[in-house]
């Protein structure tokens, strides 16, 4: 029987801390290993010169395995093999993992012995945890010895113009261009595809409660109360709620929306050759829709520190200006505009592009989302966020007060 060993690694925030997990995926079987919660510095600093790889040949050849340790700079790190509701917990936590490695290692078995074939390493860009865990996953590849790579033929799609029936372009490509988990594929040349990202889910919450208990917002909107006209004393409110809940922090990082796929994905269709509309040929178009579920967002005071467009909407909210009223409304457009306007950490690979193999060379594409592979291939993209948010935390709307002096209209 032939198939597939495919092993990938991931590493779950939470909370400034996170924990590490390991699936792997046969034919007919995955399991997960998972270590308790450890910080992000630990798993950057790997040893790998002092990392023992028994478990970890185990782990790519596909035996049983209690127990897996990474070796770090801080000591060794367990991960232990889950049981089923360890898996259901883990799995649910996925939308907001990163990729760190992903292994595959074609198998096959011969009256009960199985042998292991070629094996392939792939890394994310600008994964600074794969630093580490790399040169181990090398090793482990080079201990087992697998049989060297069967060179493919020279893989020619077409020249510009010429006009390649689809089946002789796929018995072109069968040997050297592997999908796994590939949804909305194109081979070959002088093709458009055209993506349309939906991002959508449930309403979010914003708990503005832990702003609102800071002393110097409160302070500022008791001092509002009393001269809701002075537009010095308004500003000072919405730098308050902007840098009150933690004091005057910048942070380096871009605020993101979390994004979940919604369709199948690694665990549910994991195949030898895994595609979901592909389109062979040449000077074609392809349309493909992809919708995600947003899973995470950026905490309330993020929000107000990013934006001071709504810390002067959420000022003008809580201390309506004299003659106005606090507009619940108003404010919630506010902040569905401003998590609209955010960055996405998409849970997949989005958009690559791919010159045909050279010869003797193989191409393999894991978990992505509208891919061209060919040459003088063009891909356009349209992105739509309909997200909403209620915010929570916040006073019931009271009418603005009136000044001593001032007569009521």
């Not at 596909?62 to 070796?71: D, E, F, R």
């Amino acid at each position: 029987m032939d198939g597939h060993i495919l092993i990938r690694l991931y590493w779950i925030p939470h909370d400034g801390t996170g924990r590490l997990l390991v699936h792997r995926h046969m034919p007919g079987r995955q399991e997960f290993w998972e270590s308790s919660r450890i910080s992000e510095s630990t798993v950057a600093k790997i040893d790998a010169g002092a990392q023992d790889t028994t478990e970890w040949r185990r782990l790519l050849c596909g035996m049983p395995l209690g127990t897996l340790t990474v070796t770090t700079a801080a000591g060794p790190v367990a991960l232990y093999l889950l049981g089923q509701e360890g898996m259901r917990a883990s799995q649910a936590r996925l939308g907001l993992a990163r990729t760190i490695a992903d292994v595959s290692i074609r198998s096959s078995e011969v009256a009960g012995t199985v042998a292991l074939g070629d094996g392939l390493l792939s890394i994310p860009r600008r994964e600074r945890l794969a630093v580490g865990i790399l040169p181990v996953l090398r090793r482990t590849l080079a201990d087992l010895a697998p049989t060297p790579r069967l060179t493919s033929p020279a893989l020619k799609l077409a020249e510009p113009g010429e006009i390649v029936p689809a089946h002789e372009l796929r018995l072109r490509l069968a040997q050297v261009i592997r999908l796994y988990d590939v949804r909305g594929g194109q081979i070959g040349n002088h093709n458009l595809q055209v993506n349309r990202f939906v991002l959508r889910g449930p309403k979010q919450r914003l708990d503005f409660a832990p702003v609102l208990r800071n002393a110097p917002v409160k302070a500022a909107m008791h001092t509002l109360l009393a001269d809701q006209t002075n537009a010095h004393l308004r500003h000072e409110l919405a730098d308050a709620l902007r840098h009150g809940a933690t004091g005057w922090t910048v942070s380096a990082q871009p605020l993101l929306l979390s994004a979940r796929s919604t369709q199948p994905g690694f665990f549910e269709q994991l195949l030898a050759f895994d595609v979901h509309g592909l389109q062979v040929g040449n000077q074609g178009t392809q349309h493909n829709t992809f919708v995600y579920t947003v899973v995470a967002v950026p905490t309330a005071a993020a929000l107000l520190r990013a934006h001071p467009e709504l810390a002067v909407d959420l000022a003008d909210y809580l201390c309506p200006p004299v003659g106005g009223d606090g507009d619940r409304g108003a404010l919630r457009s506010r902040i569905d505009h401003t998590l609209a306007n955010l960055n996405v950490d998409w849970d997949r690979n989005r958009n690559c592009n791919y010159d045909s193999p050279r010869p003797g060379a193989e191409l393999h594409v894991f978990r992505t989302d509208g891919m061209t592979v060919g040459h003088h291939n063009r891909i356009r993209t349209v992105k739509e966020i309909a997200i909403h948010a209620e915010p929570q935390g916040l006073p019931p709307h009271r009418p603005p007060e009136r000044r001593h002096g001032i007569a009521g209209p």
